[in-house]
Protein backbone atom coordinates (compact mmCIF):
# COMPACT_ATOMS: atom_id res chain seq x y z
CA UNK A 1 0.00 0.00 0.00
CA UNK A 2 1.24 3.28 -0.70
CA UNK A 3 0.10 7.19 -1.12
CA UNK A 4 -0.65 8.99 -4.29
CA UNK A 5 -1.43 12.40 -3.85
CA UNK A 6 -2.73 11.95 -0.28
CA UNK A 7 -4.80 8.85 -1.80
CA UNK A 8 -5.00 5.58 -0.91
CA UNK A 9 -3.11 3.04 -3.47
CA UNK A 10 -2.83 -0.62 -3.88
CA UNK A 11 -1.11 -2.77 -6.41
CA UNK A 12 -4.25 -4.54 -8.08
CA UNK A 13 -3.92 -8.22 -7.90
CA UNK A 14 -6.34 -9.92 -9.67
CA UNK A 15 -6.90 -12.97 -7.10
CA UNK A 16 -8.29 -10.30 -3.94
CA UNK A 17 -9.43 -6.97 -5.74
CA UNK A 18 -13.21 -8.09 -5.94
CA UNK A 19 -13.60 -9.88 -2.38
CA UNK A 20 -11.57 -6.95 -0.81
CA UNK A 21 -13.59 -3.72 -2.98
CA UNK A 22 -17.15 -5.42 -1.85
CA UNK A 23 -16.02 -6.37 1.54
CA UNK A 24 -15.55 -2.86 1.56
CA UNK A 25 -18.46 -1.95 0.07
CA UNK A 26 -20.85 -3.65 2.74
CA UNK A 27 -18.68 -1.74 5.32
CA UNK A 28 -19.04 1.76 4.39
CA UNK A 29 -22.43 3.48 5.37
CA UNK A 30 -24.12 6.31 3.15
CA UNK A 31 -25.59 9.76 3.96
CA UNK A 32 -26.93 12.40 2.35
CA UNK A 33 -25.69 14.15 -0.88
CA UNK A 34 -25.93 17.87 -1.20
CA UNK A 35 -23.89 18.26 -4.12
CA UNK A 36 -20.02 17.89 -2.49
CA UNK A 37 -18.87 14.35 -1.47
CA UNK A 38 -19.65 12.92 1.83
CA UNK A 39 -17.09 12.26 4.20
CA UNK A 40 -18.73 8.80 5.05
CA UNK A 41 -18.31 7.52 0.98
CA UNK A 42 -15.58 6.03 0.38
CA UNK A 43 -14.44 6.16 -3.52
CA UNK A 44 -12.86 3.42 -5.23
CA UNK A 45 -10.69 4.01 -8.94
CA UNK A 46 -9.55 1.12 -11.11
CA UNK A 47 -6.36 3.00 -12.80
CA UNK A 48 -2.78 2.64 -14.99
CA UNK A 49 0.05 3.17 -12.73
CA UNK A 50 1.09 5.21 -16.09
CA UNK A 51 -0.13 8.92 -16.83
CA UNK A 52 -1.19 9.89 -20.19
CA UNK A 53 0.25 12.18 -21.82
CA UNK A 54 -2.55 14.73 -20.63
CA UNK A 55 -1.47 14.23 -17.06
CA UNK A 56 -4.45 12.07 -16.16
CA UNK A 57 -4.31 8.27 -14.95
CA UNK A 58 -6.21 6.25 -17.51
CA UNK A 59 -8.86 4.15 -15.52
CA UNK A 60 -9.16 0.35 -16.82
CA UNK A 61 -11.81 0.90 -18.82
CA UNK A 62 -9.79 3.46 -21.21
CA UNK A 63 -7.18 1.21 -21.14
CA UNK A 64 -8.65 -1.89 -22.37
CA UNK A 65 -10.57 0.16 -24.90
CA UNK A 66 -7.50 1.61 -26.26
CA UNK A 67 -6.10 -1.90 -26.48
CA UNK A 68 -9.13 -2.47 -28.70
CA UNK A 69 -8.83 0.14 -30.75
CA UNK A 70 -5.27 -1.00 -30.97
CA UNK A 71 -6.21 -4.03 -32.80
CA UNK A 72 -3.73 -5.94 -29.91
CA UNK A 73 -6.86 -7.72 -28.11
CA UNK A 74 -7.49 -11.66 -28.44
CA UNK A 75 -10.64 -12.88 -30.06
CA UNK A 76 -11.94 -14.04 -26.20
CA UNK A 77 -10.66 -10.41 -25.04
CA UNK A 78 -12.55 -8.61 -27.57
CA UNK A 79 -15.57 -10.93 -27.04
CA UNK A 80 -15.11 -10.19 -23.08
CA UNK A 81 -14.54 -6.51 -23.85
CA UNK A 82 -18.04 -5.87 -25.96
CA UNK A 83 -20.75 -8.01 -24.07
CA UNK A 84 -19.05 -6.70 -20.73
CA UNK A 85 -18.53 -2.91 -22.11
CA UNK A 86 -22.31 -2.93 -23.12
CA UNK A 87 -23.61 -4.94 -20.24
CA UNK A 88 -22.37 -1.60 -18.30
CA UNK A 89 -23.88 0.97 -20.82
CA UNK A 90 -27.66 -0.63 -19.98
CA UNK A 91 -26.56 -1.07 -15.69
CA UNK A 92 -25.45 2.50 -14.88
CA UNK A 93 -24.92 6.22 -16.69
CA UNK A 94 -22.56 7.33 -18.84
CA UNK A 95 -21.49 10.10 -17.30
CA UNK A 96 -20.91 12.56 -21.00
CA UNK A 97 -24.88 11.53 -21.91
CA UNK A 98 -26.15 13.63 -19.63
CA UNK A 99 -23.40 16.29 -19.68
CA UNK A 100 -21.03 16.09 -22.81
CA UNK A 101 -18.65 18.50 -21.25
CA UNK A 102 -17.86 16.14 -18.07
CA UNK A 103 -14.58 14.99 -19.49
CA UNK A 104 -14.06 18.77 -21.57
CA UNK A 105 -10.38 18.81 -20.46
CA UNK A 106 -10.66 22.52 -21.12
CA UNK A 107 -13.80 22.73 -18.69
CA UNK A 108 -12.84 20.05 -16.75
CA UNK A 109 -8.76 19.99 -17.16
CA UNK A 110 -8.11 15.79 -15.94
CA UNK A 111 -11.59 14.62 -14.81
CA UNK A 112 -11.84 11.18 -14.09
CA UNK A 113 -14.64 8.89 -12.58
CA UNK A 114 -14.94 6.82 -9.50
CA UNK A 115 -16.95 4.44 -8.53
CA UNK A 116 -19.21 5.21 -4.90
CA UNK A 117 -17.81 1.73 -3.00
CA UNK A 118 -21.57 1.60 -1.30
CA UNK A 119 -23.57 1.45 -3.96
CA UNK A 120 -21.67 -0.04 -7.02
CA UNK A 121 -20.81 -2.82 -5.86
CA UNK A 122 -22.37 -5.03 -8.66
CA UNK A 123 -20.21 -2.75 -11.02
CA UNK A 124 -17.29 -2.75 -9.55
CA UNK A 125 -17.55 -6.97 -9.58
CA UNK A 126 -17.12 -7.23 -13.17
CA UNK A 127 -13.83 -4.96 -13.18
CA UNK A 128 -12.19 -8.23 -12.83
CA UNK A 129 -11.90 -8.97 -16.24
CA UNK A 130 -10.48 -5.80 -17.41
CA UNK A 131 -7.77 -6.02 -15.03
CA UNK A 132 -7.09 -9.86 -16.27
CA UNK A 133 -6.98 -8.65 -19.79
CA UNK A 134 -4.90 -5.78 -18.89
CA UNK A 135 -2.26 -7.89 -16.62
CA UNK A 136 -2.01 -10.09 -20.59
CA UNK A 137 -0.72 -7.10 -21.84
CA UNK A 138 1.85 -6.06 -19.28
CA UNK A 139 -0.01 -3.21 -18.10
CA UNK A 140 0.37 -2.24 -14.70
CA UNK A 141 -2.69 -1.70 -12.50
CA UNK A 142 -3.53 -0.07 -8.74
CA UNK A 143 -6.88 0.20 -7.18
CA UNK A 144 -7.24 3.80 -5.20
CA UNK A 145 -9.87 4.29 -2.90
CA UNK A 146 -10.80 7.48 -1.52
CA UNK A 147 -13.23 9.57 0.64
CA UNK A 148 -12.29 12.95 -1.12
CA UNK A 149 -10.71 12.17 -4.84
CA UNK A 150 -11.56 15.70 -6.28
CA UNK A 151 -14.10 18.55 -6.92
CA UNK A 152 -17.43 16.94 -8.07
CA UNK A 153 -18.52 18.01 -11.59
CA UNK A 154 -20.92 14.93 -12.02
CA UNK A 155 -22.66 12.72 -9.56
CA UNK A 156 -25.39 9.91 -9.87
CA UNK A 157 -26.04 6.79 -7.64
CA UNK A 158 -23.11 5.00 -8.37
CA UNK A 159 -20.11 7.30 -9.20
CA UNK A 160 -18.46 10.77 -9.64
CA UNK A 161 -16.79 12.23 -11.80
CA UNK A 162 -14.16 14.54 -10.15
CA UNK A 163 -11.26 17.22 -11.22
CA UNK A 164 -8.90 15.63 -8.97
CA UNK A 165 -7.44 18.20 -6.10
Known amino acids: ????????THPTARSSTRASVV??????SSGPRCGRIDAVTTYVR???K???????FPGVF???NRLARDGVLTAEQ???????????????????????????????PGAVAWF???TAGHLIERVDGYLEILAAHDIACETVRSTDPGRVVYED???VVVVPH
Open 23 to 28: RMAADV
Open 78 to 108: ERFRRTTNAWYDAAYTTPSHVDPTVFDPTVN
Open 157 to 159: EHQ
Open 46 to 48: FRG
Open 116 to 118: KAD
Open 50 to 56: NRHERGF
Open 1 to 8: MGGVDGLE
Open 62 to 64: WLV
